[in-house]
């Protein structure tokens, strides 16, 4: 029986992506990825051990796993989080942070929603480049 996961169990900051984990988050073997995208399982090892896979390999992975490429760099957990943040206006974030913050006082769920507004911020920033190109 596998253990439980915890979000961010090593929390290797420096890493670039999640790829092992959205493996596991979708119920997959190594084997599985192997057998679907047609690859070496000496390929599919590198990726879960850090390697950066090339781009095509990344879209076929997203879709795979039912996902877009760029949640691939995040853990899977934190995606619907993302997600539910992505493409709201100003006023509405701001509101809904204001609710969260009187719904959890306690200064270390301050320090979460504030880290989450900065990663909201940066993950808008992206998503409006992507729709101007």
């Known amino acids: ?7 961010h169990e090593d929390d290797r900051r420096d890493r670039l992506h999640y790829i092992e984990e959205w493996i596991d988050h979708r119920g997959l073997k190594q084997a599985d990825v192997c057998r ?5 399982k000496g390929t599919v090892s590198k990726w879960c051990s850090g390697d950066l896979p090339g781009e095509d390999n ?7 796993l039912n996902t877009d490429p760029i949640s691939l760099f995040r853990h899977p957990l934190d995606d ?3 997600h539910f943040f992505q493409n709201r206006r100003d006023e509405e974030l701001s509101r809904m942070v204001d609710v969260l913050r009187a719904a959890f006082p306690r200064d270390d769920i301050r320090d979460l929603i ?3 507004d900065d990663q909201t911020e940066t993950v808008n920033k992206f998503g409006s480049r992507k729709k101007d190109r």
Do not use: N
């Open 80 to 82: 619907w989080l993302t």
């Open 1 to 7: 029986m596998r253990k439980p996961l915890t979000i």
């Open 114 to 116: 504030t880290k989450s």
């Open 36 to 40: 679907e995208l047609g690859i070496s």
């Open 58 to 64: 990344v879209k076929r992975l997203a879709v795979l």
